[in-house]
C-alpha cells in the first residue's frame, strides 16, 4: 500500500480543472526532495526536440500532458487497476534541456536519469522528440542491452541524415544498438509505416535481428496476437518500452511532428499497452507529442492515457 | 402523411447554407404557437450546462446543433426513412434556463417540457449537458417509471460530488433511479470506458439492477448483439433513449466536456441508433455536444445525424 | 528507369519543410517546358470550386496538396514501389480557372488537358471540387467512353440543383454518361452514404447499370471483396478512377466540404487505392479536399497519400 | 414607437446563446408573412460569394452574422439610441441564391430587393460578397442614381478580371456607375490601401469624380474631419451606404477573402457608421464577412456591432 | 531584499517552455506550507465560472495564465522593477470551487481569503469569472469599504437577471456596494462600452456616486489624464483593483466570453495598470480570461502582463 | 525596366490561390540557374530555427510566406512604387540548413550567402529564426562593419544562455559586434519592450554606443521622428535592415515564438518599413514567423507585406 502522500489529488475533491498541473496530480518531488528515495515509480519530462527534422513542438510535450494528466482518475476502467495506492508514484518534475546545444542536452539528461537510477526510481518519460530515448538508454542500460518494445510508425533505426548527422530523431536505436544499450535480438517494433527514403533502416533491422511488424501485418493479425509475439521476443529479462505517439493514427493523435497516416485506433492504442502485463518493464517513454500541431490537448490527453496504462502495468506485480 | 407546413426547405430551393437555422430546417413552433398540437415529434434544445463538474460548454449545445442540422436532408440513406412524410416535425424552441440557477434551471426544464407532454407530442432533445435528463425524465415518467438504454462513456450514476453536491451532470440517473423515474431493471448502459475515481458508481448499478456494457465488450460482441440484448432489457414498454456525444471516440466527437478515448467510430455511432427499431421510445435526447471544443461544427454535425437516425425510428410505427 | 532530372529532392538533401513546394518535389514542367514531351505522369492542380453547392474551398486544394507533398518520401512503405524511378513524374502547374465564370473555366480545363493529351502524359490530377472531373473526361474520354472506378460518399449523379442548373459538383458523372464520356456499365460508385434529398440519382444509376457499393455493404463485405468487384467491372480497358476525399470518414479527413459521418478510415482509405493494381488507369483525380475547413493540412496530407499510391499503382506495368 | 411585436428577446428572458437566432433576436417575417407590411428597417441575408476572386467564403456570412448577432442587447451604448423602440425592425430571412450560377443569382436578388422596396421596408444587408451590392443597387435606384459612402480596403472599380469577366467583387461599383445606380460625383470611398495591379481603378474614380480617401490620409486627417467630407459629398439626397468588413485592420476582422493590413481599429470601425448621422440612407449593406476564415465568429461580432450602429442612425429622425 | 527561496526560476537555468507551471515559475506554496507567514504578495487562482450568464470558460482561467506566466521574467522592461526581489511572492494555489453550487463556491472563496487575510499576505488573483471578486472582497473588506479602480468594459452593476437572480458576473459590485464593502464615492470604473440592456445599472452608479468613464472618454482625454482622476478618486486609502480582460479590444485578448469590440490596445491596457502608482492596493485581481476562446494563450499571456504590471506596483514602497 | 522573364504572374492572369508559389510569384531562380547573373534583388528563404531558445517554428516560414506572398500585386497603393518593373527580382530558393546540426547549419547559410554575394545580387530574407541574421551578416560584412537598422521587441545582444551557449536567436548580435559584422555606432534597435532577464544586454549596448529606442519612447515620439533618428545613425553607408515580426503588436502578428505584448500596430509596422528610403541597403531580412502559432497564415502576410515594402525602397535609386 502507497502513502498517502504519494496519492493523486481526486476530482471530488479540487475539480480537475484546478490546481498547478503535476504529472496526474501526484506530488512534484524533484531531485532533491528529502523523499525522493520513497519514490518507487516517477514520472519525468523532457521537454525537447532538438532531434526533430521535420515539424518541431514536442518540447512543449510535456507541459500540455501534466495539462492533460489532470483529467486522469485513480482507477483503470478496464483493468481495475489503482496504480497509485500500489506503488508510490511522484512528478519529479523536468529535465532542464538545452535548446541550443544538443549534445549538451544529451548529457543533461542522461545525467538527469543517471540520478534516478541510483535513488531507485523506474522512469515513466513524457517526452520530448524520440531521439530523447537514447540518452535515457544511456543511463538505464549501463549493466546490459535492454530488450525492447516499440510502438512507432517509423523505425527510428537509420543510420545519419543531412551528410552524417549522427544524432536526429530518426537515429536514436540504430545508435542504441551501435553502443550496446539494446539487444537487437529482443526488440521488436510495431506499427511501421508510411514512405521511406530507402531500405537502409529495414535492411539494418534484419542484419541485426530486429523484429518489424508492419502496419498491414499488425491489422491482419489483431492486437492479441501481435502483443503475444512481442512478450515472447523480450521474454523476462529488463525491458524497455518506448511509445511514439505517431504510432498512432493522426485522426486520434493529430499533435505531432511526422504523421503517417493509417494506423491504429485509439482503442488500440490502448490495447497495446495493457498488452504489456508480465513484461519486465525497467523504463518506458511516450514521445513526440507536439503540440503546437494540437492546440486541444486531445492528443495528450491520449497519449497521457496511454501512460496511465503503462504505469498500471508497471505497478503490479509480475508472476512467478 | 404530413402535412406539407411540417416539411423542411429543400436544398434545391435553398441551399443549406442559407436561411434562419432551425433543426433540420423545419418550422419554428413555440409552445404559443396555434399550431402546436398538430406536432407528433418535437425537437427541443436545452441549453444549458450547469452541472458540469469539468469543461463547460454544452449550453451552447443547441445553437451550433441547428446550425449543423441544415445539412440533415429528408431520406435516410440507409433504410430510405423519409421522417418529415411520416410523423409532422417541429423545432419547439430552446427551453429558457437560468445559467446562474440550477435548481430553478431544472425546474424551467421540467415545467417546458410538461408542456410540450400536454400537448401530446414526444420530445427529442439536443442538449446540454447530461444533467439535462433529469428534469426532462420528470416530465415523462410521471406515471411509471421508464425503461431507458444509454449511450456513454460514464455511468452518470454517482452518489455525489464535492463533499455532497447531488446535482451535477455525474449524477442524474442515480436521481432518476432513486425518484422512481427509471425502471433499473429496464436499464441498460452501453460504452461505458476511461478511469474512475472508485466503484461507487457500478456498485450502485450491480446492486438496482442496471445492465452495464463496458466498452471492451462492446467491441468484442459487436454492435447487433449488444443492440439486441439492449432490445431485450427495455421490452415493449415506454422507453428513453439518452445518448451522450461522448460515446463516440474523440476523434469522431472532440467537442465535448469529458472526453474518454477509445470508443466506438460515427459508423458504429449510427448503427446503434438505427438498431433501436422496434423499441418503444416516448422520448430521447442527444446531449454533452460542446461547441468550443470544436469551433468546426464535426461533432454537432455526428450529433445532428444521431439525432436524425433517431428520429427515423420514432417516425416509424412499430409493428404489432 | 526513369531520367535523374524528374526525381524529387530528398529530405536528407534538403529539409522537408524547405524549398518551393511543388508536388512531392518533382520538378516544375509546365506545358511550355522544353522537356515537357519526356513526362510519362503528371501531376496537375484544378484550383476551382464553382461548382460547389454547399461550403467552398477546393480552390485552394492544389496549393495545400503540394505543400503536404513534400512529406511523401521515395519509397512506398507497404508495396516497395519506387515509382519515381520507374517512370518520369513532373508537377504541371495548376490549369487557371476563372473562378468567375463557369462555362469558362470549364473549357479552359479541357484545353488544358487535351494539350496534356496530345502531349503523350498520363494526368494525376490534385482538385478542385468533383465538377472538375467533367471537363477533364471530355479531354481523356475523346474516342470511346471509358470505365470508372468512384470512390465517394455521395454518387454525383444528380439531374440538376437549384431549378435546373446542370452543372454543379453533384452532377458530373449525370453529364459524363450523357455526353457518351463514361460507359455506365463500367461504372462503379464505391462509400455512398448520408441522408440524401430524394432517390433521383440512384434511380438513373439503376436505369444505366452503374453499380452502386453503400457504405454498409462496403463494411459488411471488407476492401477485398468490393476492390476485386471493381476490378472487374471496369475489366481491362481505360478506365478513370475519380476520388473524392469525402469517401474518407470526417475523422480522418475534416478538410472538405459535404462531408458525411459513417465512413472508412485512412488505412482503408489506402488500401482501397493499393487494390487498383491491374486496372489499366489513364488517368486519376483526388478531389475536393479543402484547406479553409482543415488548416493543419492533415486532410491533404491523407490526400496526397492517396494519389501517392495512385500513382505507385499508375508506375507499375500490368501483367499480360 | 414600434409595435412590442417587433422588439427583440431580451437576454434577460432567454440567454443570449439560446434560441433560434434570427438578426438581433427580431422576429423573422419572410416576404409572405402577414405583418410584412409593418416593417420599416428589414435585415437581410445575401448568402453569396460568387464574385470572389480570392478567398471564397461570404455565403456562410449571414448564418455567423445572425449566431453573433444575439449578442446585440437594445440600446446603443454610446449614443444612448434604441432602435427597436423606434422602428418596426425584423428579419427577412435570406434571398435564395444559386451558388452555381452567379447570373441567376443577380436576378434572384434584384427580385427579392424589388419585393422588398415595394413593401416600403428600408433594407439593411448582411453579405455575401461585394458583388451583392450591384444586384441590390439595381432594385434600389430604379428611379435616380444614389450617392454613396463606401468603407473598404479596395475600391471594386475595375473594368475587368481574368480576361474580360465583368462581374466580380472587384467590380460592381465600376457596373453601378456605367448603368446609372450611382453618381459618381455623389461617391467617397474611404480606406483604400493595398497592393494593386495597377492604377486603372482610380484613373477611372478620377475620370467621373469618385472621391478615394487612402487609408494614409484616413490617418491623418482623423475620423471626424473624413467623415464630415462624407456627409458633405452624399449631400441630403438619398445615398447607399456599402460596409466591406476589410475596410477594418485584419487583426480586428480577420475572416474576411482579401485582407489588406494596415487598417483601422475596430473603435473608428464603429465610430465611422456612428457618423453616418444625417445622412439619408436608403440602404446599406456589410459585406465580406467570411466565416472559414474566422471560426471564432469574432469578425462577425464586429461586423453586427457596426450594421447596428448603422441600424441605429437609420432609425434616427434627420433633423430639418 | 527578498528571500531567495521565493525567487523565480529563471529562463536561463531552464527554458521557459519546461517544468511544473506555477505563478511566474515562483514556489508553490499552499495554504499549510510552513513559510506561508513569510510570504507577501501571494498569487491566487480561482478556477470558478458558475456566475457566467453568456459564454463560460473562466474556470479554466488559472490554468492558461500559470502557463503563459511561465514567460514572465524577473525584470519589468519598462520601469526597471524587479519586484521577486523586492518581496517574498508565491504561487497559493486555486482556491477549490464548487462547480455545481454557486453558494457553496461563494463560500469556499471567502474562507480561502479570509485564511490568505490572517496570514499578512496581499491577494493577486487569477480568475474566475467577475462575480469571483464579491466573495474575496468579502473577505478584504472587513474592517472598512474600500476604493475600487475596476476596468472593465461592463460596469456589472445590474440588479438581478434571469427574473430576479442576483449572483451573476453582471452584479458582483451591485452587491459590493449594497454589503458596504465598497465605498461607491471611491470607485471608478473604466473603459465601459458596448450594447447594453437599459441604463439601469447607470442610473444606480449615478444614484451611489460611482464614476463612469466610457470608452468614448478614454480615448478622448487619454491614458494619462484618465488614470490621474481615478488616483484622485481613490485617494490614499485601501483600495481594490479589479481588472476584466474584456477591457481590453478582442483582438488583442479574445480568449473571454462576453467581448465588447472597438477597446483598448494591448499597450494601453499595460499603461493603465502601470499608472496606479502610489494607489494603496490591498488585493487585485484579473478576471474572465477565458481559454476555450483562445486556445492559442494570446489573450492569457496578456492578462499575465498586466498581473505583473500590477505586482511591479504592489511591490513598490509608495511615498510618504 | 526589368526584364519580363523577372515579372510576377500576375492575379488577372492565374488567380492569386493558383500554381506554384514562389515568393510574390516570381521566378524561381536557383544558384545553379543560367539566369542567376541578371539577378539584382532575390529573395531567400532561410528554413531554420536551431537558435530558438523558446517555442520553435520559424523553420517553417519560409514555406508559409510563399504562399502568403501570392497575394502579393504589382504596385504599392501608398507610394505607386512597381518594384518589379524597376530591378529583376527573384526567388533564389532555400538555404537547406541541417535542423539538427546549429553550426553546420550557420555554414551552409554563409557559404548560400557567399554565393549570393558573388553574384552581386541584393539579399533579401524570408526567415528563420533570428540566429539567422548571424550567418548572413558573415557574408555580407566581409569588407567592413555594416550599419544595421533593427525592429524588434528584443535587443538579441545578450551574451550566452543556458550556462555558456553563446548561438541563440538571444544573442546574434552580440556576435556580430565582436566579429566586427556591426559598427555598434551605426546600430539603432526600435521597439524594444518587454519583461527582461536583467540589464546585462543594455548595458552591452550602452558600453558599445547601440541606440536603443523602447517602446515608449517610439509611440511618445512617433514613427516619423524615429525613423528620422534611425536614417541619421545609419547614414549613407552600407547598411542591413533586420526586421523581426515580433516588432509588431502580437493582435497583428501572433505567428511567432516569443511575442511580447503592446507593441505597433500593422499601419505603423508598414510606416516604418516605407520610412527607410534613402538608406543605403545592402540586405534585408524578415524573421521569426512562426506557422505553427498563426496557422491562418495572417502573420505571414503581414511579414509578406513589410518585405515589399523593404523590396520598393531598396528597388528605388537613392538621391545623390
Redesign the interface.
Do not use: K
Given at each position: 500500500m502507497s502513502d498517502p502522500f504519494f496519492h493523486p489529488v481526486?476530482?471530488?475533491?479540487?475539480?480537475?480543472?484546478?490546481?498547478?498541473?503535476?504529472f496526474m496530480r501526484l506530488p512534484?518531488v524533484d531531485l532533491d526532495h528529502p523523499r525522493l528515495s520513497e519514490v518507487q515509480i516517477g514520472l519525468i519530462?523532457v521537454?525537447w526536440?532538438?532531434?526533430?527534422?521535420?515539424?518541431?513542438?514536442p518540447?512543449?510535450g510535456?507541459?500540455q500532458l501534466?495539462?492533460a494528466s489532470t483529467?486522469?482518475?485513480?482507477?483503470?476502467?478496464?483493468t481495475g487497476v489503482r496504480p497509485f495506492e500500489r506503488v508510490n508514484c511522484a512528478?519529479l518534475?523536468?529535465v532542464?534541456?538545452?535548446?541550443?546545444?544538443?549534445l549538451?542536452s544529451m548529457e543533461r539528461i542522461t545525467g538527469f536519469y543517471n540520478r534516478v537510477m541510483a535513488a531507485g526510481i523506474t522512469p515513466l518519460t513524457a517526452g520530448g522528440d524520440h531521439l530523447s530515448s537514447l540518452p535515457i538508454l544511456r543511463a538505464l542500460a549501463k549493466n546490459a542491452p535492454l530488450g525492447m518494445i516499440h510502438f512507432d510508425s517509423h523505425t527510428d533505426l537509420f543510420h545519419s541524415?543531412?551528410?552524417g548527422?549522427k544524432?536526429?530523431h530518426g537515429t536514436p536505436f540504430r545508435r542504441a544498438v551501435e553502443e550496446g544499450l539494446l539487444d537487437p535480438k529482443r526488440v521488436i517494433q510495431i506499427g511501421?509505416?508510411?514512405?521511406?527514403?530507402?531500405?537502409e533502416d529495414r535492411d539494418f533491422a534484419a542484419s541485426v535481428g530486429i523484429r518489424i511488424v508492419?502496419?498491414?501485418e499488425f491489422?491482419a493479425r489483431g492486437v492479441e496476437d501481435v502483443m503475444r509475439e512481442a512478450r515472447e521476443i523480450v521474454g523476462t529479462e529488463a525491458t524497455y518500452v518506448s511509445y511514439d505517439i505517431d504510432f498512432v493514427?493522426?485522426?486520434?493523435a493529430?499533435g505531432t511532428g511526422?504523421?503517417e497516416?493509417?494506423?491504429p485506433?485509439?482503442?488500440q492504442?490502448?490495447q497495446v499497452a495493457r498488452l504489456l502485463g508480465g513484461v519486465n518493464i525497467i523504463g518506458a517513454d511516450l514521445v513526440e507529442v507536439s503540440p503546437?500541431?494540437d492546440?486541444?490537448g486531445?492528443t495528450a490527453?491520449?497519449g497521457m492515457?496511454i501512460l496511465?496504462e503503462m504505469l498500471c502495468v508497471m505497478s503490479t506485480p509480475r508472476e512467478g
Open positions: 481526486s476530482g471530488f475533491d479540487l475539480p480537475r480543472f484546478a490546481g498547478v498541473p503535476t512534484h519530462g521537454p526536440d532538438s532531434g526533430t527534422t521535420n515539424r518541431p513542438g518540447r512543449h510535456p507541459r501534466r495539462d483529467m486522469i482518475r485513480a482507477q483503470n476502467g478496464a512528478d518534475g523536468d532542464p534541456p538545452n535548446p541550443a546545444d544538443l549538451d541524415y543531412f551528410n548527422t544524432y536526429t511501421i509505416r508510411g514512405t521511406t527514403y530507402d531500405m508492419p502496419i498491414e491489422f493514427d493522426p485522426a486520434f493529430p511526422t504523421p497516416v493509417g494506423g485506433t485509439a482503442f492504442a490502448l503546437p500541431f492546440a486541444s486531445n490527453f491520449l492515457s496511465f
